[in-house]
T-cell receptor
């Protein structure tokens, strides 16, 4: 069964702290994504990675960085957490396009609700 | 810039009724339009998807209607059930076979409540 796991379901951090969110997938997917989910704004892409050590900025990368040292693991880093980064963070993974549209399907983890005080 | 606009933000339907959620997009290069369903405490999961070469796709009680000229697509849930209560997101992706890596642009989400 497809599985994407995230290191924490709930996290409370203080302003200025460095925060690490971890995501692991067991499907040998090439692509991994980090989104934040906010009411009324939907899911917004922060960063994604299409291969080990490869990454590209999404729509809202400011204040975030990522790391992908192994294929199955994708980390989101908040260098200096701020209150406006309080949100639900979702990780997802997918296969690279292999000639069929079904390859677009993204599999999501359960999310980490981060509160920055 | 929101490239996919979704409405309504929330929807209340009686059991057995029809739920309709609408999305409009701007980028004509989009070539894949999925809908994701999210239950409380869970991540979104793919519900149904359509490509722009067909105008409708049906899977059980769920139907996507697609209007390429109007750049709109909608999700219809027939015979809505309390178990359908969830948040629904439309999305769009472009450049099949290119370098988009299947990136999805999501709508704002619709919270659907189906009353018994």
């Amino acid at each position: 069964d497809v599985k994407v796991t995230q290191s924490s379901r709930y996290l409370v951090k203080r302003t200025g702290e460095k925060v690490f969110l971890e995501c692991v997938q067991d499907m040998d997917h090439e692509n991994m994504f980090w989104y934040r989910q906010d009411p009324g704004l939907g899911l917004r892409l922060i960063y994604f990675s299409y291969d080990v050590k490869m990454k590209e900025k999404g729509d809202i990368p400011e204040g975030y960085s990522v790391s992908r040292e192994k294929k199955e693991r994708f980390s989101l880093i908040l260098e200096s957490a701020s209150t406006n980064q309080t949100s639900m963070y979702l990780c997802a993974s997918s296969y690279s396009l292999r000639g069929t549209y079904s390859s677009y399907e993204q599999y999501f983890g359960p999310g980490t609700r981060l509160t920055v005080t | 810039q929101q490239q996919v606009k979704q409405s309504p933000q929330s929807l209340i339907v009686q059991k057995g009724g029809i739920s309709i959620i609408n999305c409009a997009y701007e980028n004509t290069a989009f070539d894949y339009f999925p809908w994701y369903q999210q239950f409380p405490g869970k991540g979104p999961a793919l519900l149904i998807a359509i490509r722009p070469d067909v105008s409708e796709k049906k899977e059980g009680r769920f139907t996507i209607s697609f209007n390429k000229s109007a750049k709109q697509f909608s999700l219809h849930i027939m015979d809505s059930q309390p178990g359908d209560s969830a948040t629904y997101f439309c999305a769009a992706s472009r450049d099949a076979g290119g370098t988009s890596y299947g990136k999805l642009t999501f709508g704002q989400g619709t919270i659907l409540t189906v009353h018994p």
